[in-house]
Nanobody
Framework: QVQLVESGGGLVQAGGSLRLSCAAS????????MGWYRQAPGKQRELVAT???????NYADSVKGRFTISRDSAKNTVYLQMNSLKPEDTAVYYC???????????????WGQGTQVTVSS
């Protein structure tokens, strides 16, 4: 059974920084895409950033230049460094990973349980 556990959320003042981590555990053969989504109250879940196994990154326009996604494939972990935080960044942040748990099978998407990030003005 695969489990994704997030950490690093919390309360921070506008202009501050936080670093989120998400570690995958369990029976994992291969991880392809890693990323972060977020969901604010009353809004749909939206993409924040993704990173491929090859290190190619993609960011939402709203976080470009402020957030940095990285991964440690040896540790099955993805990070999100968030700088210059704004009140509109307040949301529950979810990590995702697409992975194979058995060789030669399809990649499936797994989600973390979410971690709250609150930015006060």
């Amino acid at each position: 059974q695969v489990q994704l556990v997030e950490s690093g959320g919390g309360l921070v003042q506008a202009g501050g920084s936080l670093r989120l981590s998400c570690a995958a555990s369990g029976s994992i053969f291969s991880i392809n895409l890693m990323g972060w989504y977020r969901q604010a109250p009353g809004k749909q879940r939206e993409l924040v950033a993704t990173i491929t196994r090859g290190g190619f990154t993609n960011y939402a326009d709203s976080v470009k230049g402020r957030f940095t996604i990285s991964r440690d494939s040896a540790k099955n972990t993805v990070y999100l460094q968030m700088n210059s935080l704004k009140p509109e960044d307040t949301a529950v942040y979810y990590c995702l990973m697409t992975m194979q748990v058995v060789p030669a099978t399809s990649f499936n998407t797994y989600w973390g349980q979410g971690t709250q990030v609150t930015v006060s003005s």
